[in-house]
């Protein structure tokens, strides 16, 4: 059973920083791209960046560049999302996603995970 397990979010001030993980198991995902998306109360979900576990290349949505940072490693099945200079706009439920295409779409990720909560005050 393929599993995406986040971890590290939780409540920081306005310019701080957060690192959230994602835990992959059940496959191998070394030819899989991984990606963080985002999603605030009434809002659609949101891209936020992706990685490819297999050569490691990077893509941030416009908002997040400079700010947030990702990384993969293909051993261990794992990645994570730094995020500094947090805003309390980054307020929202952060997914972890897996899929065989580096897209900025959602619904062309296979694999989703429960999601974390990161709350950023002003």
């Known amino acids: 059973q393929v599993q995406l397990v986040e971890s590290g979010g939780g409540l920081v001030q306005a310019g701080g920083s957060l690192r959230l993980s994602c835990a992959a198991s059940g496959r191998s995902f070394s030819s899989y791209y991984m990606a963080w998306f985002r999603q605030a109360p009434g809002k659609e979900r949101e891209f936020v960046a992706r990685?490819?576990?297999?050569?490691?290349?990077?893509y941030y949505a416009d908002s997040m560049k400079g700010r947030f940072t990702i990384s993969g490693d293909n051993a261990k099945n794992t990645g994570s999302l730094q995020m500094n200079s947090l805003k309390p706009e980054d307020t929202a439920v952060y997914y972890c996603?897996?899929?065989?295409?580096?897209?900025?779409?959602?619904?062309?990720?296979?694999?989703w995970g429960q999601g974390t909560q990161v709350t950023v005050s002003s």
């Open positions: 996603a897996a899929g065989n295409f580096g897209t900025t779409t959602s619904s062309l990720y296979a694999y």
């Open positions: 990685i490819s576990l297999n050569g490691g290349s990077t």
